[in-house]
Nanobody, 121 residues
Framework: QVQLVESGGGLVQPGGSVRLSCAAS????????IAWFRQAPGKEREGVLC????????YYTDSVKGRFTVSRDNAKNTAYLQMNNLKPEDTAVYYC??????????????WGQGTQVTVSS
């Protein structure tokens, strides 16, 4: 049973930090690139960033540069999204997705169920 399970979302004040986790089951993340997406209320889903299997990082959303950091721990079969200095505009459901191979080409194999991040005072 192949799945990705996201966790760590919740309510956070502006300027706060949250770390999201993306745990893989039924397969190993070692050979996969991992991307993070988000979908704000009433908005289309957008790519945030992606980390390759060799840990190269690509940012798809300029507004998160310097604030969001993606990492992976293959030994734990888990990826992380560290989000700092959060803004209300970051409020969204965050999804992780995997793509077989080193690079982030946009051909995703698996998706997580999403976790809600709400930034509000």
């Amino acid at each position: 049973q192949v799945q990705l399970v996201e966790s760590g979302g919740g309510l956070v004040q502006p300027g706060g930090s949250v770390r999201l986790s993306c745990a893989a089951s039924g397969f190993t993340l070692d050979y996969y690139a991992i991307a993070w997406f988000r979908q704000a209320p009433g908005k289309e889903r957008e790519g945030v960033l992606c980390i390759s299997s060799s840990e190269g990082v690509t940012y798809y959303t300029d507004s998160v540069k310097g604030r969001f950091t993606v990492s992976r721990d293959n030994a734990k079969n888990t990826a992380y999204l560290q989000m700092n200095n959060l803004k209300p505009e970051d409020t969204a459901v965050y999804y992780c997705a995997t793509e077989y191979g080193n690079n982030c080409y946009g051909e995703y194999d698996y998706w997580g169920q999403g976790t809600q991040v709400t930034v509000s005072s």
